[in-house]
């Protein structure tokens, strides 16, 4: 989706139509031995044309089996090619490894896909399907975060010529080649790699991508370009990217000073300001795009006091959401009722305004009573958040006040903090009684906003979700019932039918709280002036390769 001088109406008209496009027909949207480059002398100091992008996450990992966060997302999406991409620009679903789009049978189980000759990874391996099968296996077979995008839904994959793949669906999914589009479902090299669950290589990148990883340390990762791209040359010789961890001052001068040429996620809502006001007056670009990223406390039921259901409502009731808004956001973000944002106009329902209205302090405090809880012996709530989001910060501390000053403290919200690698890990094992967690789509289709964070592929009502979505996103939420309803709305191809699985997922959450929506963000990206080509997809990735400087 373009964004680079775009106007704001423009751009979400274009956002609409792709998302009314998705949902009529469930589309669904969401690289070393790299050539020496020239030293950056200091954080940010560029060199020749290349660029400097400057944020405050480091990722936990590139690899595409196990990386599921924006940090590491958006690198792989640099360094790797998939078998189908939207073009920049664009919401236009094309061919990238592939040849052709798929050929699917009459059963729309079968997906047959030829695939590009004369491609060559990083480390000079030839691309093959022999080559693309294994990367799609590893994907599904070595359980990163993200396996079930393709595990859920894939049956088989065949190697039927040396340039054809043939994908078997366990049942129909019209989506499928759009999740084909996916950044982490993309090609790496077997000579780099191994199948095996838990084998993972997080600290390198070989793929078939328009750069090479050049150098990825916890402070400053270095693309290069790839001299031997099968596509299109980059506008660009590389991309340095400086990592501030937890600072986002140091990101904010980086890019007031010059030193940084792209700022985009991580700054606090008074240095946005700052710099629409510098924008203003034509000293950089600033680029608003309507957020399809949701905010939202994530609720641990494996842990106490957590496993009451009392304790969830309570919190349910406590939340103010416009407060929130107004204290830590200063107005730039809307509350937010549901997981699907209320873009979805058919498929979003706000229920939980439905549920529990306007925050009710004295219902919360019922509620605590029931489960045991009094200012005297309080229930004692660790709050997590990357200790690099200001925002989040600002949230947790609000969360604790409302606690003490409406609730007497019969809450006592305690507020932690990790670095975002470590964080990310301890959801996943099950740490974290409650972590303050933000969603960005794979893909704009609200199946996106529930099957990834509600879900659960092994365990029960009784014990929780041992291996599933929802215990990858700290939940650890099990429940028959969602698990039917999601995989219904998956097959359901007659709007009017999906509208009400959807209406009834958004219920059973309110009920079952094991998230409790809080914020919908607006994303900006800041740019220096001299830049071209500045782009996202609709996944709200920016792809260096276009960008001109």
């Known amino acids: 989706m373009p964004i680079l001088r775009l106007p704001l109406s423009r751009w979400w008209r274009r956002v609409i139509s792709f998302m009314s496009l998705c949902l009529l027909c469930l589309t669904v949207v969401v690289g070393c031995n790299a050539p020496q480059s020239q030293d950056v002398e200091a954080p940010g100091a560029t060199a020749g044309d290349r660029l400097v992008y400057a944020t405050i996450t480091a990722p936990?990992?590139?690899?595409?089996?196990?990386?599921?966060?924006?940090?590491?997302?958006?690198l792989i999406y640099n360094l790797g090619d998939t078998l189908y991409a939207y073009a920049p620009g664009t919401t236009e679903l094309k061919p990238l490894l592939a040849t052709e789009m798929p050929t699917i049978s009459e059963?729309?189980?079968?997906?047959?896909?030829?695939?590009?000759?004369?491609?060559?990874?990083?480390?000079g391996t030839p691309f093959t399907a022999e080559a693309m099968k294994f990367s799609l296996d590893r994907f599904m077979q070595n359980g990163g975060k993200p396996a079930f995008l393709l595990s859920d839904i894939v049956e088989n994959v065949e190697v039927s010529g040396d340039l054809e793949l043939t994908v078997t669906i366990k049942q129909p999914f019209s989506a499928f080649t759009a999740v084909l589009a996916y950044a982490g479902i993309c090609a790496v090299s077997p000579e780099a790699y191994t199948i095996g669950e838990g084998k993972f290589e997080p600290n390198d990148f070989v793929g078939t991508g328009p750069y090479k990883l050049a150098e990825f340390g916890?402070?400053?990762?270095?693309?290069?370009?790839n001299p031997d791209y099968w596509g299109d040359t980059p506008g660009n010789g590389g991309v340095d990217i400086q990592v501030y961890k937890d600072n986002t001052a140091n990101v904010f001068n980086a890019f007031k000073t010059g030193a940084a040429d792209l700022v985009y996620r991580g700054l606090d809502p008074d240095q946005i300001t700052k710099l629409q006001e510098g924008a203003e007056s034509d000293a950089w670009q600033a680029i608003e795009?309507?957020?399809?990223?949701?905010?939202?406390?994530?609720?641990?039921?494996?842990?106490?006091?957590?496993?009451?259901?009392?304790?969830?409502?309570?919190?349910?009731?406590?939340?103010?959401?416009?407060?929130?808004?107004?204290?830590?956001?200063?107005?730039?973000?809307?509350?937010?009722?549901?997981?699907?944002?209320?873009?979805?106009?058919?498929?979003?329902?706000?229920?939980?305004?439905?549920?529990?209205?306007?925050?009710?302090?004295?219902?919360?405090?019922?509620?605590?009573?029931?489960?045991?809880?009094?200012?005297?012996?309080?229930?004692?709530?660790?709050?997590?958040?990357?200790?690099?989001?200001?925002?989040r910060q600002g949230v947790a501390q609000t969360l604790q006040a409302l606690a003490q000053e409406r609730l007497?403290?019969?809450?006592?919200?305690?507020?932690?903090?990790?670095?975002?690698?470590?964080?990310?890990?301890?959801?996943?094992?099950?740490?974290?009684?409650?972590?303050?967690?933000?969603?960005?789509?794979?893909?704009?289709d609200p199946d996106n906003f529930v099957h990834p964070l509600l879900s659960c592929t092994e365990g029960s009502e009784a014990e929780g979700c041992i291996n599933g979505a929802s215990q990858n996103q700290g939940a650890f939420y099990y429940s028959d019932r969602m698990n039917e309803l999601i995989e219904q709305q998956r097959k359901e191809t007659d709007p009017a039918a999906r509208q009400?699985?959807?209406?009834?997922?958004?219920?059973?959450?309110?009920?079952?709280?094991?998230?409790?929506?809080?914020?919908?963000?607006?994303?900006?990206?800041?740019?220096?002036?001299?830049?071209?080509?500045?782009?996202?997809?609709?996944?709200?990735l920016v792809y260096f390769a276009i960008v001109q400087k």
Request: net charge negative; hydrophobic share 40%; charged share 20%.
């Open 218 to 225: 916890s402070d400053k990762i270095r693309l290069d370009a």
């Open 107 to 123: 059963d729309g189980l079968t997906y047959t896909i030829p695939l590009r000759d004369g491609i060559v990874f990083h480390d």
């Open 408 to 444: 007497d403290g019969a809450i006592a919200f305690e507020v932690q903090t990790a670095d975002g690698a470590t964080f990310f890990k301890n959801i996943k094992d099950g740490i974290y009684p409650t972590s303050l967690v933000g969603w960005y789509p794979d893909f704009l």
């Open 500 to 540: 009400a699985l959807f209406a009834e997922i958004q219920t059973l959450l309110a009920e079952d709280i094991p998230y409790i929506p809080l914020w919908l963000t607006t994303e900006y990206v800041f740019a220096q002036n001299g830049l071209e080509g500045v782009e996202m997809n609709p996944s709200q």
């Open 60 to 74: 936990r990992t590139i690899d595409p089996a196990d990386s599921y966060e924006t940090a590491g997302v958006e």
């Open 289 to 391: 795009a309507p957020g399809a990223s949701i905010n939202y406390i994530a609720l641990n039921q494996d842990q106490a006091p957590l496993d009451q259901p009392e304790v969830r409502e309570a919190i349910a009731y406590l939340i103010d959401r416009q407060l929130i808004i107004d204290r830590v956001f200063k107005g730039e973000a809307k509350p937010l009722y549901s997981l699907v944002p209320p873009a979805f106009t058919d498929y979003s329902q706000p229920a939980f305004e439905a549920a529990y209205g306007e925050p009710d302090a004295e219902k919360a405090k019922e509620l605590l009573a029931a489960a045991g809880f009094t200012p005297e012996n309080p229930a004692t709530i660790e709050v997590w958040h990357p200790s690099s989001s200001v925002t």
